[in-house]
């Protein structure tokens, strides 16, 4: 107890490190497979739901996108 009252930890939870590791290994380039296998997950819906996409991913896979697509022009 503390000062009198039970005291209640409102922080990060073990599905945010989850979240992160399932990410970084994602962007660092690790298949899913073996993402999959480290984090533990059974199925792909599970996977996604951890496998957060922020802007930046988005922005890169449309820069991708852009180059193949300059190249195709030629």
Do not use: E, K, M
């Given at each position: 107890m503390y000062g009198g009252?039970?005291?209640q930890y409102k922080?990060?939870?073990?599905h945010d490190?989850?979240?992160?590791?399932?990410?970084n290994m994602t962007q660092a380039g690790v298949s899913q497979a073996e993402a999959m296998s480290?984090?533990?997950d059974k199925t792909?819906?599970?996977f996604r739901r951890y496998d957060i996409?922020?802007?930046?991913r988005k922005r890169a896979a449309m820069d991708k996108v852009?180059?193949?697509a300059a190249r195709?022009?030629?």
């Open positions: 009252q039970w005291y922080g990060l939870t073990p490190f989850r979240r992160s590791a399932v990410r480290i984090s533990g792909d819906a599970i996409v922020d802007v930046s852009g180059a193949f195709q022009v030629r």
